[in-house]
């Protein structure tokens, strides 16, 4: 299996623009983790799907952010309208619960930049 | 409510000397325990996880952890550090059990390993 795939791995943008964050999952797993890492605030926990359902979206920060998955193999994290506060690494991840104990399997991440 | 705590944000020690990551627990059941590695400009990737089978845990690169439950703790060890361990580890809680955190891990804040030579 290729693993949780990402893209883009990074992109830089400008402040008032849309971004979009793209996530393959692993074939298979039920689940769909979307985090944040910075230096400041850590890994943080976004949002989380399961059957391509949302099932808690309290991490999302703000209405700037909308994540969707339209089908169990793709998955997006929109940010619109984007900020400097916005620049993060931003992580997908994937799970098959209730087999693998909950282990979730990380991409390599997507390095935002917003100027 | 599940939660992790990892005593240290920053960690050095020596090449070839013992490395010890600290972290403690809070559940209200019987946890899955974890502890992932990031290498610099990577993903977090699976070193070790408990899941009740054992309480001494084994993973890659030399690493193991032992579940404590009267201390509530899940400590990573390695006898002997390589330039290589260098890298940030978090250890993270899960539960199979319903409700809202179903699935999820809670992830400790995360400690930063230095080796120096």
């Known amino acids: 299996d290729a693993g949780v795939i990402q893209s883009p791995r990074h992109e830089v943008t400008e402040m008032g623009q849309e971004v979009t964050l793209r996530c393959k999952p692993i074939?298979?797993?039920?689940?769909l983790f979307w985090y944040r890492q910075t230096m400041m605030r850590g890994l943080e926990l976004l949002i989380y799907?399961?059957?391509?359902?949302?099932?808690?979206d309290s991490g999302m920060p703000e209405d700037r952010f909308s994540a969707k998955m339209p089908n169990a193999s793709f998955s997006t994290l929109k940010i619109q309208p984007s900020e400097p506060r916005d620049s993060a690494v931003y992580f997908c991840?994937?799970?098959?619960?209730?087999?693998?104990?909950?282990?979730?399997?990380f991409g390599p991440g997507t390095r935002l930049t917003v100027l | 409510a599940q939660s992790v705590t990892q005593l240290g944000s920053h960690v050095s020690v020596s090449e070839g000397a013992l490395v010890l990551l600290r972290c403690n627990y809070s559940?209200?059941?019987?946890?899955?325990l974890f502890w992932y590695v990031q290498y610099p400009n990577q993903g977090l990737q699976l070193l070790l996880k408990y899941t009740s089978a054992a309480t001494l845990v084994k993973g890659i690169n030399g690493f193991e952890a032992e579940f404590k439950k009267s201390e509530t703790s899940f400590h990573l060890t390695k006898p002997s550090a390589h330039m290589s361990d260098a890298a940030e580890y978090f250890c993270a809680v899960s539960f199979n059990a319903g409700g809202t955190s179903y699935g999820k891990l809670t992830f400790g804040q995360g400690t930063i390993l230095t080796v120096h030579p």
């Open positions: 559940s209200s059941v019987p946890p899955y």
């Open positions: 991840a994937s799970s098959l619960v209730g087999v693998s104990y909950n282990e979730q399997f």
């Open positions: 074939s298979g797993h039920d689940y």
């Open positions: 799907f399961n059957n391509n359902v949302p099932i808690d």
